[in-house]
């Protein structure tokens, strides 16, 4: 099958505001959202400050990683 116009890209979204922990904006908060913020940090992949400065110091870091972490391991996600 031959494809015609552009690609696109479609990123859905859960509503207007996200779900705080929601990294990867799957709709679910887990080891996924670790990972991919992790990932930000290192430069492997791009995440957005408004949903991966958790601690709202204005940079996304190693203290927004153990946020997360607990935001999982307590489920207040």
Do not use: E, F, Q, R
Not at 9 to 20: E, I, L, Q, R
Not at 24 to 46: C, K, P, Q, W
């Amino acid at each position: 099958m031959k494809a015609y116009g552009p690609k696109i890209t479609v990123k859905w979204a859960y509503g207007s505001t996200p779900v705080t922990g929601d990294i990867n904006g799957d709709g679910v908060v887990n080891v996924t959202d670790a990972t991919t913020l992790i990932n930000g940090i290192l430069g492997t992949s791009t995440v957005d400050i408004a949903v991966g400065d958790l601690d709202s110091n204005g940079v996304i870091n190693v203290s927004d990683v153990t946020t997360l972490i607990n935001l999982i391991l307590n489920g207040n996600s």
